[in-house]
């Protein structure tokens, strides 16, 4: 049974930062793509970020390209969401997610989200 569990989530003020953490279980952790996805109240889920299984590549949602950097550790089925300049409409939901395939078209599994919430 696959689990995905992050933590790191919490409430900052503007121009602060946070460490997203994700760990995977019960999977073959670096075979896949990962990702990090955020929803806001009212709003879509939308993509934050993903990386390559190896970590040699990376994509970000132009609202955090050159604030956020996601990385991976794959000794450690780990994935990371390093949010840096955070911004009050960063505030969401945050949950990574992973595929059941090698092509990373869909993302199947879900952890349960953490919070992070950016006051002005």
């Known amino acids: 049974q696959v689990q995905l569990t992050e933590s790191g989530g919490g409430s900052v003020q503007a121009g602060g930062s946070l460490r997203l953490s994700c760990t995977a279980s019960?999977?073959?952790?670096?075979?896949?793509?990962m990702a990090w996805f955020r929803q806001a109240p009212g709003k879509e889920r939308e993509e934050v970020a993903r990386i390559s299984s190896l970590g040699g590549r990376t994509t970000y949602a132009s609202s955090v390209q050159g604030r956020f950097t996601i990385s991976r550790d794959n000794a450690k089925n780990t994935v990371y969401l390093q949010m840096n300049s955070l911004k009050p409409e960063d505030t969401a939901m945050y949950y990574c997610?992973?595929?059941?395939?090698?092509?990373?078209?869909?993302?199947?599994?879900w952890g349960q989200g953490t919070q992070v919430t950016v006051s002005s």
């Open positions: 019960g999977y073959v952790y670096s075979r896949f793509c």
């Open positions: 997610a992973a595929p059941a395939a090698i092509s990373c078209v869909n993302f199947d599994y």
